[in-house]
């Protein structure tokens, strides 16, 4: 079962310019997870936001949590051409392990 | 320190045949996950091992699929026979215990084509 929809299913931006991808899900959550996958270095964990926690940063990323509507954010600032990947979320949903959306992909023009 | 090591990295079969996928985890993660992940999607649980019993295989279809993780170290994942809807990208990640916040960290994965 799909418990997080990202949101758009595709981005295209300019170098420079930010990103910013939502995730919405329908069960109440232990936490919420961003990654990033790309050819190059696969899948890999960016931030993790608990339930009870409502703004996280790390870097060039800013990840929101609004558990009254369900839904999370992923805003990547100054966007590079490495950053050009699909991008999950993925939710805990209190059963102890993770269900991934289908993710938004994300090219950032040179 | 070394990542998670997935064996092959490719791999082309036909319908009915077997097949099996080789991981080998951060060393010290008790913890390892087998994922599907079909073209356009996100990945999917099928199997998550504590040292080597059976977390969770909710999502392991078991007429076909298979896995192991002898003395809880490096895992097997075997389809037996596989069907055209197996292709995917079959990932292997490893986390240091089982909670969800525990960080988990992905193999390169093995892309199975059925033809």
């Known amino acids: 079962s799909q418990q997080g929809e990202e949101d758009p299913q595709a981005l295209s931006i300019q170098e420079g310019e930010n990103a910013t991808m939502n995730c919405s899900y329908k069960?109440?959550?232990?936490?919420l997870q961003w990654y990033r996958q790309n050819s190059g270095r696969g899948l890999v964990h960016l931030i993790l936001?608990?339930?009870?926690?409502r703004e996280k940063h790390s870097g060039r990323l800013r990840v929101t949590l609004d558990t009254s509507k369900k839904s999370s954010s992923l805003l990547i600032t100054a966007s590079r051409a490495a950053d050009t990947a699909s991008y999950f979320c993925?939710?805990?949903?209190?059963?102890?392990?993770?269900?991934f959306g289908q993710g938004t992909t994300l090219q950032v023009k040179p | 320190e070394a990542g998670v090591a997935q064996s092959p990295r490719y791999k082309i079969i036909e319908k009915r045949q077997s097949v099996a996928f080789w991981c080998n985890p951060i060393?010290?993660?008790?913890?390892l996950y087998w994922y599907q992940q079909i073209l356009g999607q996100g990945p999917k649980l099928l199997i998550q091992?504590?040292?080597?019993?059976?977390?969770?295989d909710s999502q392991l279809p078991k007429d076909r699929f298979s896995a192991e993780r002898l003395k809880g170290v490096d895992s097997t994942l075997k389809i037996q026979p596989a069907k055209l809807e197996d292709s995917a990208v079959y990932l292997c990640?490893?986390?240091?215990?089982?909670?969800?916040?525990?960080?988990?960290?992905f193999g390169p994965g093995t892309r199975l084509t059925v033809l």
């Open positions: 990640a490893s986390s240091a215990g089982t909670a969800s916040y525990n960080e988990q960290f």
């Open positions: 069960t109440s959550i232990n936490n």
């Open positions: 936001i608990r339930s009870n926690e």
């Open positions: 993925a939710t805990d949903a209190n059963t102890g392990k993770l269900i």
């Open positions: 060393s010290g993660h008790a913890t």
């Open positions: 091992f504590q040292n080597n019993g059976v977390v969770d």
